[in-house]
């Protein structure tokens, strides 16, 4: 994954729930899309435990389980 | 007894979300989003030749099937089985059932309805509820965006670059235009334009004048380019860095009830061209599913039989009779389940019920037996073969079960009560007049036909057909 990406996926792990304006604020600040992010870390997610790490649309869940695998 | 089916596992935890997601829908009587892994039972030759059309397709190849199966056989499961799999497999699937107002081909609306209705529908393994089309611009552009920093070079540069291949094919340059628009909304700040590119890609335009305004493009998803439109996406998946996509529709049934010669025949044409197309590998990255009964495919008069040259491209192989089967080619016949299979799939729901732990199972095997042998004296065969409301009765009985610790299965089953099922394509048509559409002079037969008693002589003169009921 990009530096970008983990830069932001470092600072979503600081929260289990994230309100849909504040992941596009982040996003923002990283200069990034906000779906497009999520797609790409849930594909990576995928590819590395077999199930999505963000979940939901106006709020958005972290799976703390499938953040400590992909931390790990 | 059948085989456990490819990633059905029967000892995997489940879900909580995945658990709700298939109880509520059964119970419902529908088929779930989720999970019908831990469901599916039987069938493994058809879902191993379904992996290999996946496969082809993910490697930049095409495929299509007709899934051809009784009324209650299961092709619904079936086509969002394949389409959950698909998913795992990084495709991007959309779906939709045929309807008298959806249809690959026609002139009043009705097959744009079809690609906006598939385009809502578009899912991807991380939004498998749909819903994602802006996900799939957005992948593409960031892509494009992280290239653009590594190089030091502008995002437009990269971004025209990386569409040229789409501009190339039919209805290509204004699709790439659209793209663009979404990336020139997000870099301006102007979330009017990222939603009017988004309204444009889900079909949503419904004049060009409007689409001219607000993206400065020329065209529109409408009747004429639904296909086109279609082999557009799924090359742009592939650019976005997905393997293809998958293409499901269901209920073609609808097809076969349209009584205009000429509406029936637009829409078989459209079938023919994606068929060709299919098996010629001209698609890229591009797979149809179709759902249909046995008459939708061989009814001589109204099926795709009718068509001459779908009938000979969709004939059975003369050699496999007599229990000899081959799925390599674009039929797929779904046999219905076995009283062998139906055990198994208790079995299953009995499992998802429990979360996936034995140990918290609510009834013994002998029950299971115990159940079928009720049902069977209930609806006879009907219990296996369409085994919607067997599955129905099986979950509220767990459901008791599970609320009332006290209560005995034994004492529960006598109370058990299902009757079997109807078609509803045989049910009589209801006997309301419909009015004619404006396009109705050509193309009123998708609406049901009013009783003899009520059809009017212009019903008749319209087509030979129209007074054909189901």
Redesign the interface.
Known sequence: MRHELRYGLRRLARKGAWERIEVERLAAEFGLMPDGALEVINEAAFERCGAPLLEGDETIEVDGQILEEMSA | MTEPQPGSSAQKAI?PRDRDAILQSLRAGVVPRRGQQFVQVGRSEEVRALLRDLDRIADGGSAIRFVIGEFGSGKTFFLFLIRSIALEK?LVTVHADLTPDRRLQASGGQARSLYTELMANLA????PDG?AV?????????SA??EAREKGAAVDAILQDRLTSLAEMTGGYDFAEVVAAYWRG?DQGNDQLKSDAVRWLRGEFSTRTDARKALGVRTIVDDDNLYDQLKLFSRFTRLAGYGGLLVCLDELVNLYKLANTQARSGNYEQILRILNDSLQGTSVGLGFLLGGTPEFLMDTRRGLYSYEALRSRLAQNRFATEGRKDFTGPVLHLANLSPEELFVLLRNLRHVHASGEPEKYLLPDEALVAFMEHCSKRVGEAYFRTPRSTIRAFLELLAVLEQNPGAAWRDLLGGVELAAESNPDLEPVPEAVIEPTSESTSETAIQPQPAPAARSPRADEDDELSSFRL
């Not at chain 2, 802006?134 to 960031?142: H, P």
């Open positions: 879900r990084g991807t393994r991380t939004k819903g802006a996900s799939v611009v957005e992948r593409f552009v960031t965006l992280q997000h």
